[in-house]
């Protein structure tokens, strides 16, 4: 079963920092790609972030320069995937997600998501 928890959420002023973690088990990073997703009030979902075991990292061009995605395996179906998050920016509000992605970039391949860990940047 494939199961996504993230933590790291928190309240941040402009220009600090977050790490987001995410625990993703059940699958093998070469089935899929783990991605990070953002949700704010009133707005669709949308891709961050994402990397696979064979891919490199790939970042939408909103944080590039900001935002940095990397892994730590514990097993071959369980690891963390961090984000982590600089420079951040009042418009970087939103709930943040993690998601398995059947291609990493193709945000309409996610095939699951965790339940969200609220990032609130204040001017």
């Known amino acids: 079963e494939v199961q996504l928890v993230e933590s790291g959420g928190g309240l941040v002023q402009a220009g600090g920092s977050l790490r987001l973690s995410c625990v993703a088990s059940?699958?093998?990073?070469?089935?899929?790609?783990i991605g990070w997703f953002r949700q704010a009030p009133g707005k669709e979902r949308e891709g961050v972030s994402c990397?696979?075991?064979?891919?490199?990292?790939?970042?939408?061009d909103s944080v590039k320069g900001r935002f940095t995605i990397s892994s730590d395996a514990a097993s071959n179906t369980r690891h963390t995937v961090y984000l982590q998050m600089n420079s951040l920016k009042p418009e970087d509000t939103a709930v943040y997600y993690c998601?398995?992605?059947?291609?990493?970039?193709?945000?309409?391949?996610?095939?699951?998501w965790g339940q969200g860990t609220q990032v609130t940047v204040s001017s």
């Open positions: 059940g699958f093998g990073f070469d089935d899929y790609a």
């Open positions: 998601g398995a992605l059947s291609v990493c970039g193709l945000w309409s391949t996610g095939v699951s």
């Open positions: 990397m696979s075991g064979s891919d490199s990292a790939y970042y939408e």
